[in-house]
């Protein structure tokens, strides 16, 4: 009997080598771990997706949600090889591909990946404005910016092929992007519609390209910077018809994907210089007008900025460290935190806590505080990005995680189980919602 239990054990142990052996040569783009457990606990890794492909490859910034719970990436490379990106469909149970789509006409994005309200999944890559199909991930259709368009004051074309990024979804499903690139060519403004056409273009309302994205707001208004004349101008332009509803000049612009964010009654919350010499501070601009409604003591040092519920401010200061909050009706400076290092807030959850992924005194985590800056939970985490992070309705956190030991680009994405799901309030996200539509009134 004894020899008999030894033999076991033996077979055992080996079986358990050879299953080692197996899951190291894995990729979990082939071979994806198992779902979780109903003993799934806040702070587990639930998987782990590995980037296939040569060290030239890299993750994109930016990371998006499905309606059915997909998990959409981009990568591309550029460090060793031209590698065009590429748009990536994730199974959210496993972190196992659901399909790639086509190649896109350059090695990174434009834009940020946005979801349509019927599930197409829209990217720029340089020129072109894709619409890729959620089921299949090929291209339903293409827009590429045109190369000239008629002179709407007078006869001929003007010149107009040049990079196109900045994108935000309407109320309707359109598309509004702009000309964001460097070049001797006329900047517009467009309005693609979800089926591929060109709703309108505006070239008097983007002067030499569109600074820290485009975001609506209420009334169906979109809001931008851009530079017009030699001078640096807040806008504001009905989504419908591209005309422009007002100008607010500026001195300068802190930078950041949302330099402007919205709160639930369509308030602005920018950070801009008012005069040439200034300090950059947080305003509070009234969307009919473009008048500030109160301005922030505390100067700004970071255009990246998250609104709780009820209007409160969160952002970055560097200059003083930790965050700082804002009230929402009199701007006045509370600190929140001084143990988050600095440009690591991701997202606002629906507990009206900050998911960060920090950096504090030689510990590396992702976790959340309370609105009272006291710490929910955290574990462990090395080289995450704050700005990607999407919370789903399960709770799940999805990051870009480790970057590559020597182009120290992103390779990895993680699945982490959070607390609560992603706030529907104010503004929770760099492109306000898990679907990256840089709309108030998207969710």
Known sequence: MRKIIVLNLMKGFLSLILMVVIFSQCNLIDDAIDPPDDSTKVGDTLWIHDLAGADSMFIDNSLAIGADGSIYYAKGGGTVYWTATRIVALNKENGSVKWESP?????????????????????????????????????????????????????????????????????????????????????????????????????????????????????????????????????????????????????????????????????????????????????????????????????????????????????????EGGINRIDAFSGNKQVFSQTLATDKIGAININEELIFANAYQGRASLGTFDPNGSEVWSVDMNGILSEPIVISNEKVIYGIINLHPVSRLPQKICAIQGNAKLSNSCWPRVWHDNRNTSNLNKH
Request: charged share 15%; proline share 3%; glycine share 14%.
């Open 103 to 319: 190649p896109l006409d350059h090695i990174g994005l434009s834009s940020q990946i946005v979801v349509g309200d019927d599930g197409t999944v829209f990217a720029i890559g340089y020129y072109t404005l894709y619409a890729i199909d959620a089921n299949t991930g090929q291209f339903r259709w293409t827009w590429k910016v045109p190369e000239t368009v008629p002179n709407p004051e007078g006869s001929g074309d003007i010149y107009t092929y040049g990079q196109i990024g900045a994108l935000a979804l309407t109320d309707g499903g359109d598309l509004v992007l702009g000309s964001i690139g460097s070049g001797a060519y006329s900047r517009g403004l467009y309005c693609v519609h979800k089926l591929g056409t060109t709703s309108w273009y505006n070239l008097a309302a983007n002067g030499w390209g569109i600074y820290s994205g485009i975001v609506a707001g209420k009334n169906g208004q979109i809001h931008y910077y851009t530079d017009i004349g030699n001078k640096l101008k807040l806008m504001s332009v009905d989504a419908s018809t591209g005309v422009i509803q007002w100008e607010k000049e500026v001195a300068a612009v802190s930078s950041g994907a949302n330099n402007i964010a919205i709160n639930d009654e369509g308030f602005l919350i920018c950070s801009f210089a008012e005069k040439q010499g200034d300090q950059r501070h947080i305003h509070r601009i009234n969307p009919a007008t473009g008048d500030i409604v109160w301005s922030s003591a505390a100067e700004s040092t970071h255009g990246s900025k998250w609104v709780a519920p009820g209007g409160v401010v969160y952002q970055h200061f560097s200059s």
